[in-house]
Each structure stands twice: as structure tokens, then as C-alpha cells.
């Protein structure tokens, strides 16, 4: 029998209003037992005093890259990575090479991820190939394991196709999942338009380009009543966007990414093209209004958009340079610097990473109850470190916050009642 037994730590659980201090047992991959003084013979124990323990992190939005780019990443790295920064389970994009646009791609990926060290949950494609012209068979993806649906990464171009993928993942109540872009006013673009743009002599992308494509996606959503989720949510009309559609009643949901949550367009500084990602780091006015949303519900998660590339995509002229950064193993470090600042509390800052990415896919997990899975990550929310990429289980260092000091981290992660991460001088 596995027990594992975390003694007279910080339950905090938001999904089921835990908040105490107190013990918390697992067997053999479930929640045997929580609160209070916990007795177990044959159990692992740590030491959790000072602590938090709570729900496994949840990441909706990442980029494994395997199949077709494995020098990037492959599903045990990524895995790996998602363990080290708290997160059990991830929600992987279909842009793979082949695209995950038939049930045998994914149950590739699924099989791939047995024994990984976070759950996987394969998100299908919208259209073959990521093409823009022709509908997967989104009941075969459904049935072979996927989660919801995108063509994360490109736009589906016409509003037509659109309504009628919306439609037809609505009727076996899958989400979809929108990439959010007007190619026509972005095309070209390196990096959000304004006056830092034009001081680096950069070609802008403005915020009217995701914002179109939002308004559109939440047009959409309101006719044909289907569940949607706007991805990477990075300036404030898209904000007031989703905020007018969930007041009319749509069955609409956001998220954002830390960092859009934490930096700048100015943070491009002198070209750095670990800062380049899309849609890019926006307006300081942008960046306020993000925030505020998370802070008040109107974005319900916190996803890491994870987009590892190595050297040779990333080192180049910053116009040359690929889109996409790195997350896994900083987001939740980022989160509890939003925390020193007073903008979330601890217990905001789960909620959003775990019980309601669980909530907006219908996962399972993000909460600690008994019976419930053992995935439950520890956070030492004092214990300050800096990123360097010697420290990370990516295969790729494209992170925008190398360099950066933050406050906690997860110090030890159990998924499924199995140890994934330790941070080993810390239990």
C-alpha cells in the first residue's frame, strides 16, 4: 500500500472552502484523509509545518510539441517541467506535427503519457490540419480522449466555419477553446504597437487585432449557445468584451498568462526575444486591466500558454525570432509575486490555477476532498529563488523572466499519490 502522509501544513482548498491547519493522507492515488492529527503506519511523512498544501496546479493551455518536435520538448520533459512548478495535470495545444486532428494522433499522445509526471489531456484541432477550411471529426477526437477544441496558434479564418464547429462541439457540450487574432492587422507585426514599437523600429501589432477577433469568437458563442473560452487574454477591450458577453449570458469563459500579468511592452527592452510571444506583452494600461480582471473574476484562470523553442528559433534578430515562451516552471512563482503586491490573495491565486481550470474543462482534480485524486501540490510561498535555466526540466530556456527573483515556489508535488517533483533541501 502507497500512503503518503503531509503533517501540520496549510490545507487551503478555495473549491471547498478548506482553510485550516492540519494533516492530510493519500493512498494509493486518492485522498484517504484530511484535517486534523492523521496517524499512519507505513506512510512517507513530510514535514509540511509553515507550508501550503493544496490542490495540484492545472494548466490549460501548453505546448508539448511531441509529436514532430521533440528537440523542443517532448511530453516526459514538459511533464516534468509542469511538475517542478506545481502543476498535475496539463492541457496540451494540437499543434504537433502531424496536428492532432484524428483519433490517431490522439491516442499517441495519450499513450506517450503514461507514467508522465503530470496527467495529460490532449486538446483536438478545429479543422484539418489547422488549415482554416475543413472540420475535424470533433465526436472520434471527443471519444478518443480530447478535452475541448482549438486551432490554438492560428485563427479559424471565416466566421461560418466557426459557427459551425461551435455548434457541432455543442452538441456533446465540449468547449472551444479561441486564439483570438485578425491576421489582416497583425500580419508582419513582432511586437504590440505603440511607442515602444516605433523607438525599436519594430512593425506593431495593435490591440484592435486580438480584440476583433474576440468580439467576433464572443458573437459567435452567444448564437449558437456553445461553451467557449477566450485563450491568452492580454489588453483591456478584450477584457470588456468578455465582461458585456457574460452579463448578455453567454456561456463564455478567459484566461490569461502571467506573463501579461507581470510585464510590459517596455520589457522588450533591448530585443529580447525570450519577451516575444503572441499575442505580445501589451500597454502598461493593458497590463492594469488584465490584472484587475483576474482580481475580480471576470478572467477566471491563470494558463501558462507554455511555448518552448530552442536556440535555434529564439537566438536570432528579434523580427527572425519565433513567438512563444516558456511557463511551466515559473507561473506559480510569478503568481505569489502578485501576491507580495497585494493584488491576489494565496487563496485566489489556487482557485485560479487549479479549481477552475478544473471547472472550465470539466477535470478531474482541483480540489482536496476525500476519496478525490491524490494530486496535491506543497508551496514554500517564502522561499525566494532566481530563475536560471540550469534549473529547468524544459528542454527549452525561452522564459521571459530569467534573471528574475521570486518569492515561493512548489516544493514537492504528488500526482496521482506519486512523487513527480522534490525539491530536495526544502522536505
Request: aromatic letters at 4%; one cysteine or more; hydrophobic letters at 45%.
Amino acid at each position: 500500500m502507497n500512503r503518503i502522509l503531509l503533517k501540520g501544513g496549510r490545507l487551503l482548498c478555495p473549491a471547498s472552502g478548506l482553510d485550516q491547519t492540519g494533516d492530510l493522507l493519500l493512498e494509493d492515488g486518492r485522498v484517504a484523509e484530511l484535517g486534523g492529527e492523521i496517524a499512519a503506519a507505513d506512510a512517507q511523512v513530510f514535514d509540511c509545518r509553515g507550508l501550503v498544501v493544496a490542490p495540484g496546479l492545472i494548466d490549460l493551455h501548453v505546448h508539448l510539441r511531441e509529436p514532430g518536435h521533440e528537440y523542443k520538448e517532448t511530453i516526459a520533459s514538459g511533464t516534468a517541467a509542469a511538475a517542478a512548478g506545481g502543476f498535475t495535470a496539463v492541457c496540451c495545444m494540437p499543434n504537433t506535427e502531424p496536428v492532432n486532428d484524428t483519433r490517431a494522433v490522439t491516442e499517441l499522445i495519450l499513450e506517450r503519457a503514461r507514467g508522465a509526471s503530470a496527467r495529460v489531456y490532449p486538446i483536438g484541432a478545429i479543422t484539418k490540419g489547422l488549415a482554416g477550411a475543413e472540420l475535424t471529426e470533433m465526436a472520434e477526437l471527443a471519444e478518443a480522449g480530447c478535452v475541448a477544441f482549438s486551432d490554438d496558434g492560428r485563427p479559424v479564418p471565416q466566421a461560418r466555419l466557426m459557427r459551425r464547429a461551435m455548434e457541432y462541439a455543442a452538441t456533446f457540450g465540449m468547449p472551444i477553446v479561441c486564439h483570438c487574432e485578425e491576421p489582416s492587422l497583425s500580419a508582419g507585426g513582432q511586437m504590440h504597437e505603440g511607442p515602444v514599437s516605433t523607438r525599436l523600429g519594430l512593425a506593431g501589432i495593435p490591440a484592435e487585432a486580438e480584440v476583433l477577433g474576440v468580439e467576433r469568437d464572443l458573437a459567435l458563442a452567444r448564437l449558437t449557445g456553445a461553451r467557449v473560452h477566450i485563450a491568452h487574454i492580454s489588453c483591456a477591450d478584450s477584457v470588456q468584451a468578455l465582461e458585456r458577453a457574460k452579463a448578455a449570458g453567454a456561456r463564455v469563459s478567459g484566461e490569461t498568462a502571467p506573463h501579461y500579468l507581470m510585464l510590459c511592452d517596455a520589457d522588450v527592452g533591448e530585443y529580447d526575444t525570450n519577451r516575444k510571444m503572441n499575442p505580445p506583452l501589451r500597454s502598461p494600461q493593458d497590463r492594469q486591466a488584465v490584472r484587475q480582471a483576474l482580481a475580480q473574476g471576470v478572467i477566471e484562470a491563470v494558463a501558462t500558454d507554455h511555448a518552448p523553442h530552442s536556440v535555434l528559433e529564439k537566438d536570432l534578430e528579434f523580427d527572425q525570432a519565433a513567438f512563444g515562451v516558456t511557463g511551466l516552471e515559473t507561473a506559480l512563482g510569478v503568481m505569489l509575486a502578485l501576491v507580495e503586491e497585494g493584488l491576489l490573495t494565496l487563496a485566489q491565486v489556487i482557485e485560479r490555477m487549479s479549481a477552475a481550470p478544473a471547472r472550465l474543462l470539466g477535470l478531474p482534480g482541483g480540489r482536496l476532498e476525500e476519496g478525490g485524486p491524490a494530486d496535491v501540490v506543497v508551496i514554500d510561498p517564502h522561499r525566494p529563488w532566481t530563475v536560471t535555466p540550469d534549473q529547468f526540466r524544459s528542454l527549452s530556456a525561452n522564459n521571459a523572466f530569467l534573471g528574475r527573483r521570486l518569492p515561493g515556489r512548489a516544493v514537492l508535488t504528488i500526482c496521482g499519490g506519486r512523487i513527480t517533483h522534490r525539491l530536495e533541501d526544502a522536505l
